[in-house]
């Protein structure tokens, strides 16, 4: 009875863990876009205090958004119960833990760079810049794809959350950095599974067990 109440509650963490992903994420984003517009061509640029006070607070979040990004992440596989695929499931969190890696990896890089006095090095910017939104935002969309995959198998994702998956997946995987502002459709795209997560549209692992 204790195992089946654990189970019936993840969902609702799984739909929360992703809300909070989400919502830290994107602001984390639009801090960064809006205090280095340029992005990595901005570069050798000083900045004011005002964008290093933005791009601090970026930074403070993210590691708050990647701890709610695993739960998210762990409480969907565990959702997927013995039902996924293992093929699949590997690729999933093979492509979550790296997403994670290279988002941490890519703050504490630019925490060295914002560090640095008068104008940062071109080197340290463009690493941190490159690291999240070519390799980090590439792992996403193959999360995206899984996600989306998992979901449609078990039948637990509508076809148009499956189609806006794949829509997602394929905008971070071909666009990637090349359009600014194209990494916020990865938040949105969590937000979105979240809520449907939180409206009650639990995947299979929480269906109540047939009786022995």
């Known amino acids: 009875m204790e195992h089946q109440r654990e189970r019936l509650g993840t969902p609702r963490a ?27 061509d901005a570069a050798g640029i000083s900045v004011d205090a005002g964008q290093r006070s933005a791009v601090r607070t970026a930074l403070a979040l993210l590691p708050f958004a990647g701890i709610a990004f695993l739960w998210f992440m762990g409480a969907l596989r565990e959702q997927a119960g013995e039902g996924e695929d293992r093929f699949v499931s590997t690729v999933f969190l093979g492509s979550g833990l790296v997403f994670v890696a290279a988002l941490f990896g890519s703050a504490a890089a630019a925490g060295t760079v914002l560090a640095e ?33 998992i979901g449609r198998r078990l039948g637990v994702f509508p076809r148009p959350l499956v189609v806006l998956g794949h829509l997602v997946g394929l905008t971070l995987l071909v666009v990637g950095a090349d359009v600014p502002w194209s990494e916020l459709v990865f938040p ?17 692992g929480s269906r109540p067990a047939a009786p022995a």
Do not use: D, E, K, Q
């Open 14 to 40: 799984t739909g929360i863990a992703g809300v909070v992903f989400a919502i830290l994420m994107a602001t984390a984003i639009v801090l960064m876009r809006l205090a280095l517009p340029g992005g990595a």
């Open 117 to 149: 006095s008068g104008r940062p090095s071109s080197f340290g910017r463009h690493f941190a810049y490159t690291l999240l939104t070519t390799y980090g935002m590439r792992m996403a969309a193959v999360f995206v794809f899984t996600t989306s995959t």
């Open 188 to 204: 949105v795209w969590a937000l979105i599974v979240g809520l449907h997560i939180l409206r009650g549209r639990h995947p299979a």
